[in-house]
Nanobody, 123 residues
Framework: QVQLVESGGGLVQDGGSLRLSCAGS????????AGWFRQAPGKDREFVAY????????SYADSVKDRFTISRDNAKNTVYLQMNSLKPEDTAVYYC????????????????WGQGTQVTVSS
């Protein structure tokens, strides 16, 4: 069992930056691949970014590519999402997930989820 806790969300202006953290406890997070997903009001949850066990392989949604960077520090049992050049359409609750997904872009393939952190980008 892995418990995930996100932090780092908040209110930021258009063009600003935030760094989200996802801290794992219980079983070591380094045993799992990890992803970030987000859900805006009235919309389905969507894939944002993925990182493999070592951090050597990443993948991004087209909407965030070149603006967001996913990384991990296995010594700290933490996964990060650096978000730059934020836009109002990035406003959502952001969730960290961990597991061994068959399809890294499918949320239901991840076993463990955090409670989410709100990101609001004002125009």
């Amino acid at each position: 069992q892995v418990q995930l806790v996100e932090s780092g969300g908040g209110l930021v202006q258009d063009g600003g930056s935030l760094r989200l953290s996802c801290a794992g406890s219980g079983r070591t997070l380094s045993n799992y691949r990890a992803g970030w997903f987000r859900q805006a009001p009235g919309k389905d949850r969507e894939f944002v970014a993925y990182i493999n066990w070592s951090g050597g392989s990443t993948s991004y949604a087209d909407s965030v590519k070149d603006r967001f960077t996913i990384s991990r520090d296995n010594a700290k049992n933490t996964v990060y999402l650096q978000m730059n050049s934020l836009k109002p359409e990035d406003t959502a609750v952001y969730y960290c997930a961990a597991g061994v997904p068959g399809n890294l872009r499918v949320g239901s393939d991840y076993r463990y989820w955090g409670q989410g952190t709100q990101v609001t980008v004002s125009s």
